[in-house]
């Protein structure tokens, strides 16, 4: 079984390489690219959560505590209505997964039990995506891959750690497959997560769908109007109900809610 340094230096490198090459490769904002990387390197933590007691447990959820609250203040704010409220929620679910968290931990899971699962990977990615609020989709997909990357090198590496050479000939440990699989033994802990996975993937799918840009439902709209020919300088002149209104240039990014907020609240920036 590979320990904790091992683990969070690979999930480190893996967030390192996956926030650069989203940045340099596909456009992201260099900072969001950061995130990501950041998130890599604590999804890599993730599954330990299940080892009983001791420094890592205790270490991941303080990080989590922390960590949390940050990637959802936008959510926050937007549920509680104000950055005051924000503050005070974001203190409180500190407490919350600080220390209800490791007790909840500390009860119902068992080592290498269904935190250490494909299904495991899928939720903390879909929590991630959930909570993590922008308006643009390709941004929430940045962090929840983000996640699942960090996730997965955590059970690869588990994995790999069971095979054990002796000599030339490759033995297998009585760990091996108990890392990267789809079921575990009990029938409750696999009801659990097959239920949260399914859930949450209600709840993805629902959002996605809602959160299309106002760009790209103006190109499905486009080539329909394409193959009805050229508009008369009549039906120019009609705006049509059902495409959503846009202002500025059509590559223009999605505005920020968050940023009106804050802006309402603290007046405009200085320039
Ligand atoms: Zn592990």
Redesign the pocket.
């Known amino acids: 079984?590979?320990g904790y340094r091992e683990?969070i230096t690979v999930s480190g490198l893996c967030g390192v390489g996956y926030g650069t090459a989203t940045t340099l490769l596909l456009g992201f904002d260099p900072v969001q690219g950061a995130i990501a990387g950041c998130l890599t390197w604590i999804g890599g933590m993730l599954?330990?959560l299940d080892?009983r007691g001791g420094r890592p447990v205790r270490e991941i959820t303080a990080l989590l505590a922390a960590v949390g609250p940050m990637i959802a203040i936008r959510r926050l704010v937007d549920v509680t209505g104000g950055i005051d409220a924000t503050i005070l929620t974001g203190i409180l679910l500190y407490a919350a997964i600080r220390y209800g968290g490791t007790w909840l931990l500390d009860k119902f899971t068992v080592h290498?039990g269904m935190f250490?699962s494909l299904p495991a990977m899928l939720i903390a990615a879909q929590i991630v995506f959930l909570a993590y609020k922008s308006p643009e989709l390709s941004v929430r997909l940045l962090m929840a891959a983000g996640v699942g990357v960090g996730f997965f090198s955590?059970?690869l590496?588990?994995e790999f750690y069971s095979v054990q050479w002796n000599g030339i000939r490759p033995r297998l440990a009585k760990s091996a497959g108990t890392?990267i699989k789809f079921f575990g033994p009990g029938f409750g802990p696999n009801a659990i997560t097959y239920g949260l996975l399914m859930f949450l993937s209600y709840a993805v799918v629902m959002k996605s769908d809602r959160l299309l840009p106002p760009r790209m439902i103006v190109e499905q709209v486009e080539p329909l109007e394409q193959q009805t020919g050229p508009a008369t300088p009549d039906q120019k002149a009609t705006p049509n109900p059902k495409r959503p209104a846009i202002s500025g240039p059509a590559n223009q990014r999605p505005r920020d809610e968050t940023l009106d907020r804050f802006a309402a609240e603290f007046g405009p920036a200085p320039l």
Do not use: N
């Open positions: 079984m590979a683990h599954p330990d080892a290498r250490h955590h059970l590496l588990d890392a």
